[in-house]
């Protein structure tokens, strides 16, 4: 007998949405301080204390002995990151090991979109930068800024339905892997085998910690440290070590035996740690330090956007990444025989799939591994990551206000719906807490 498809972007259970709720409101308020802390570095970079700008950049801290007396902006983009990349992998591991998405139906949707949404603005980058010095920065436009997108519609899509949120939180996260595993294989030059071989012992040790539900800090923050700086030494950009962190932290206590009826690890309880200091500390401070470029009036505008690395983020994010989105969605669909929930429509993907070419922060990160940090052509990149942000959150608005009237309908029923909610889902959504 066969399995009737599910409809794309259903009702999410209603522990889930409680629990999706809570991570969009921290990352909400965090995308709020990322957008205060990039307008504060662009007026500061474009200031007459402009020098003691970059003075502080550049300004080196960290013992020299181990390798890392690095410059401040160097900490923001090899320290702080990891935290964001170890919430990333605990998040992505958290959502299809325990989540709604442990469905493979449900799951293929922001995996697939996401998919798409890497590869066609790489595709169109490279071909816009064929033969030239500039093709090394493919994968800038691939990435996803969640923050920096859920800051967008907590102003302008309020009651988009939660489903939709979980899209587009799912798939920047999915990016976000992708993108990591982009920097570790394509913009690591010279390996060291035996610091790279040496991470896994600390790795290890945090592993088999953690499966045992040791929550010490003065035990797994030294061997998370370990594992950083060893990765760190090996050539291996260190943010690859948040997301190996990350995804060895288990989900269910019996995770290694399978069993769903085991009980919670630790992932969520790590998450619920580390996901404000991600969101209100680490990756503002890093848009901080990245996001300061020197504007240079009409004239240097004119000069970034002359450079085809620049029109290359710009035509990647801003159209490449909703063309990629929405062909794999569509696919998806084709493939399954699946049909959109009651009350939604394909321009509802359409707007997600257009504010999805916010790629701020890991597209930063990519330009700055690219190019290399305070070169005229990571300045032009920087410029287009700026523009591209803005310009994608300007065209968003128009499907997401268009439809706000059905948000608002849908908002409303599953408001009712849930006030009428089952004694079951009540003890589901108390133990759920419970393990936070």
């Known amino acids: 007998m066969s399995r009737t498809p599910p409809a794309l972007f259903g009702r999410l259970s209603w522990p889930e949405t409680r629990r999706i709720a809570a991570i969009l409101r921290k990352e909400t308020i965090g995308g709020a301080l990322l957008l205060v802390a990039t307008a504060v570095a662009l007026c500061w970079a474009n200031s007459p204390w402009s020098r003691s700008y970059q003075s502080m950049l550049d300004y080196q801290v960290g013992p020299a002995w181990l390798h890392l007396d690095l410059t401040l902006a160097e900490w923001a983009a090899d320290g702080l990151l990891a935290v964001f990349f170890f919430v990333a992998g605990l998040e992505l591991k ?113 592993a088999v ?14 061997l998370a440290a370990a594992t950083w700086g060893l990765i760190h030494a090996s050539g291996i950009h260190a943010t690859v070590a948040g997301v190996l962190l990350g995804l060895v932290v288990p989900v269910r206590r019996g995770e290694r035996a399978g069993g769903p009826e ?23 401070i890093f848009a901080f330090f990245s996001a300061g470029v020197t504007l240079g009036g009409l004239d240097g505008l004119a000069d970034a956007f002359g450079d085809r690395a620049a029109v290359g983020v710009i035509v990647g994010l801003v159209i490449g990444k909703p063309l990629g989105i929405m062909a794999a969605s569509y696919l998806v669909a084709r493939f399954t025989r699946a049909t959109l929930a009651d009350g939604l429509a394909w321009i509802d993907v359409l707007g997600l799939a257009v504010l999805a070419g916010i790629g701020f922060t890991v597209s930063l990160l990519i330009g700055e591994l690219a190019f290399g940090s305070g070169s ?59 393990t936070g």
Request: charged share 15%; net charge positive.
């Open 209 to 222: 910690l953690v499966h045992h539900r040791v929550r010490s800090w003065w035990l797994l923050l030294p």
């Open 262 to 284: 085991a009980g919670p690890g630790l992932a969520e309880h790590f998450e619920h740690r580390w996901r404000p200091v991600s969101a209100g500390l680490a990756v503002p």
């Open 94 to 206: 958290r959502e299809f090991v325990a989540g709604d998405l442990r469905d493979p139906r449900r799951a293929a949707v922001p995996v697939v979109a996401a998919a798409g949404g890497v590869a066609v603005p790489a595709v169109l980058y490279t071909l816009i930068n064929l033969g030239g010095d500039a093709a090394r920065g493919w994968a800038i436009p691939t990435a996803t800024d969640i923050a920096f997108a859920l800051a967008v519609l907590a102003v302008i899509g309020r009651h988009l339905p939660t489903a939709l949120r979980t899209f587009l939180l799912t798939l920047a996260v999915v990016d976000d892997l992708i993108a990591i595993a982009i920097i570790a294989v394509g913009y690591t030059h010279h390996l060291a085998v035996l610091p790279a071989l040496g991470a896994l012992v600390p790795l290890a040790l945090f």
């Open 376 to 434: 005229e052509r990571y300045d032009h990149v920087q410029i287009a990551i700026l523009a591209s942000s803005l310009l994608a959150t300007l065209l968003a608005m128009v499907p997401l206000r268009l439809r706000n009237r059905a948000y608002r309908r849908i908002h409303q029923r599953e408001t009712a719906e849930r006030g009428h909610g089952t004694a079951q889902d009540f003890n589901q959504v108390q133990a759920t807490s419970a």
